[in-house]
């Protein structure tokens, strides 16, 4: 079946401009993250919906940044006034249930921001 | 979260068989222990986890022993598409992946 999907694949911004990026996640997945990857961060968790809630935001870097998720489906991630500092790939990833280690990633948002 | 230590990197040869491992001294009692893969441009893919003593599926083994304080994974005769950036983390019934600085394998022909 189709794995997670998340758009677009490469997003070029201007410091201080708003980005959104979308997650699709494998159909029949309660659980939905987020994670970020940089050269010099690692991949580190930023945010974590169970359902349309989110009980774990505390990888969150800033009030910049923020996420939803509607229907239980597809997640945004928004950054506003984007830094340079934001520039990174944003991975999606979904699981089965909540707390399952075993989780599939989507592709990523290459986001740099110049 | 317990803390994982594995080297940064490694170099093997196509057809050999490789070997990571990874130091976790203060894991507990609940913790299970699972590999991640992760190859250029693509976000990680899961590979394998295990409790205690061995693991084995199609990608991998997973080698424990008795005091749990670390784990092998075992690739069995290497190609060039398992050069990849190799994970080992420590869950409990945690609802994030905690990645640390993995292992970069690099498979030569």
């Known amino acids: 079946g189709a794995g997670v999907s998340q758009s677009p694949s490469n997003k070029v911004t201007e410091k201080g401009k708003d980005v959104e990026l979308r997650c699709d996640p494998i159909?029949?997945?309660?659980?939905l993250y987020w994670y970020r990857q940089s050269l010099g961060q690692g991949l580190e968790f930023l945010i974590y919906?169970?359902?349309?809630?989110?009980?774990?935001k505390s990888g969150l870097p800033s009030d910049r940044f923020s996420a939803e998720r509607t229907g239980g489906s597809v997640s945004t991630l928004t950054i506003q006034r984007t830094q340079q500092e934001d520039s990174a790939v944003y991975l999606c990833?979904?699981?089965?249930?909540?707390?399952?280690?075993?989780?599939?990633f989507g592709p990523g948002t290459r986001l740099t921001v110049t | 979260l317990a803390k994982t230590t594995q080297p940064i990197s490694m170099d093997s040869y196509e057809g050999q068989e490789v070997n990571i491992t990874c130091s976790h001294n203060?894991?507990?009692?609940?913790?299970?222990i699972t590999w991640y893969q992760q190859f250029p441009s693509q976000g990680p893919r899961f590979i394998i986890q295990?409790?205690?003593t061995k693991v084995t599926n199609e990608v991998a083994s997973l080698f424990i022993p008795a005091d749990r304080k670390s784990s092998t994974l075992s690739l069995p005769r290497v190609s060039l598409s398992d050069t990849a950036v190799y994970y080992c983390?420590?869950?409990?019934?945690?609802?994030?992946?905690?990645f640390g600085t993995g292992t970069r394998l690099q498979v030569f022909p």
């Open positions: 990833a979904s699981s089965l249930t909540p707390g399952a280690h075993e989780q599939y």
């Open positions: 159909s029949g997945h309660t659980a």
């Open positions: 919906f169970q359902g349309n809630s989110a009980p774990d």
């Open positions: 203060n894991i507990a009692t609940n913790d299970y």
């Open positions: 295990g409790y205690k």
């Open positions: 983390l420590v869950l409990n019934n945690t609802d994030k992946l905690i």
